[in-house]
């Protein structure tokens, strides 16, 4: 039987690096053959490995690429967006921590389009931005979590933070698409 090629095409090979290092770095122990696989995919901006290989075979009608087109609304998951749009209110702030992990990745995602791309910022500045984007008291724990999914980076002292640019996933953009389209009717 002969394997399936999956090619993968990154934009930016240094945030590549560095968000597959986060991933690494936040593991314990080696990772498995599977989640090796799916640390690359993340890395390049797929959720996960097997909406990469979906991508690579369109034909399977599976997954999304990260730099698709629009996608028919059968493949967008309307009750995963709507429980994400209940966890902020009419001025993007965070009200609560979502308790599913789903749902707090697009919320983290959502976060991650509110800072300036290709900037260098103090953990001050981070804390500044995330506490005006959030109502529930926990900055760190927003930081934190940008930072090893792999949304943000750090240096290792911890004094400057910087935003990751990768593509964002299809719920998200949705997200933030439908919120412009509220406002601007």
Request: aromatic share 6%; glycine share 4%.
């Amino acid at each position: 039987m002969s394997r399936k090629l999956i090619p993968l095409q990154v934009s930016d090979a240094s945030a590549f690096a560095k968000s597959l290092r986060l991933q690494l770095s936040a593991h314990q122990g080696l990772p498995s053959h599977l989640q090796f696989l799916n640390m690359l995919a993340r890395a390049a901006g797929y959720g996960n490995f097997q909406s990469l290989r979906a991508q690579a075979d369109p034909a399977s009608g599976e997954g999304i690429a990260p730099t698709a087109a629009p996608v028919e609304d059968t493949e967008i998951d309307r009750k995963h967006i709507d429980r994400v749009q209940r966890s902020f209110d009419e001025k993007l702030r965070l009200l609560r921590w979502p308790s599913r992990r789903m749902d707090q990745v697009t919320a983290l995602w959502i976060l991650w389009s509110q800072f300036p791309a290709a900037t260098e910022m103090s953990e001050k500045e981070v804390n500044t931005l995330l506490r005006d984007r959030h109502l529930f008291g926990d900055h760190a724990l927003l930081r934190r979590e940008l930072c090893e999914f792999g949304l943000m980076s750090r240096t290792r002292d911890g004094r400057v933070y910087r935003r990751i640019e990768r593509p964002m996933p299809i719920h998200a953009v949705t997200l933030l698409r439908q919120r412009s389209e509220r406002q601007t009717h």
